[in-house]
């Protein structure tokens, strides 16, 4: 009796050592300049090459590595990128960073959302509410939200290039909310550059008189935005110190949201 289960737990303790090492190899891979030789490869992986080969003939197997038949070189294909794009494609955004949003919320007593986008148009998928039913901007627009006027929307443009920019402005325009909307592309353009450079993006009054929204990206393991945290009040309750209070904040929670997307930065 007592024998057994010490089997069993070693086999068990073998297969975890088995699927580290097979983890180990692939995001050490994703690090080395390849192709790459196999002794290379080993050396930067502090791993014997014997061992080394035979994960490599397996992922070869499975078509998750390639080999340059004149120089013998290994080289991870492109099947990773669409391992990675299913799981994106179906992982439960609502389930895993809604918790993120009730943070923010509770934190600071005010309204909070998590954003993505669905045909060149915001798709708010949770909230959370503060004090006063603040969520007016919501109520008005349907849950569905303009891209060109809303924090996490902008967020999302960060990943146009400049042909999607323009399929944006043919299909929607740039409708006019409140005098603070930004209406051309040009203009947009240059907000874009600047969301990029501080890492947030921010409603000023654009959809909503009198509120404004602080946002920040989720970023999968491309590095792409593939959903925005908000928090919205009104513009009375954010001045600059408690902007820029609730700015790092945010930033911290965005490092932590695209932590679990995959995003390695």
Known sequence: ?????????????????????????LEGMTKIPT?????????????????????????IDFGYVGQDPNTSCYYLTLKLMELGSR????????????????????????SSSLCIEHDMQMVYIATE????????????????????ATGVGKLHLLNYSEARLLALAEKFGFPKYTESTITSLEALKKELVLIKKQGFAMDNEECEAGVRCIAVPVRDFSGDVVAGISLSAPSARLDKARTAEIVRYLKEVSKDASREMGWGK
Do not use: C, W
Not at 35 to 59: E, G
Not at 130 to 143: A, D, E, F, H, S
């Open 87 to 110: 799981a994106r494609d179906h992982f439960p955004f609502q389930n895993s960073l809604a918790k993120y949003i009730k943070q923010v919320s509770g934190k600071f007593n005010e």
């Open 1 to 25: 009796m007592k024998t057994k289960p010490q089997k069993q737990q070693s086999e068990g303790i073998k297969k975890n050592q088995s699927l580290r090492k097979a983890i180990q190899i």
């Open 129 to 148: 509410e503060g004090p006063g039913r603040m969520l007016q901007t919501l109520q008005r627009i349907g849950r569905i939200a303009p891209m060109h």
């Open 35 to 59: 192709p790459a030789r196999l002794q290379d490869i080993a050396q930067s992986l502090d791993m014997p090459q014997s061992t080394l080969l035979r994960f490599l003939n397996t992922y």
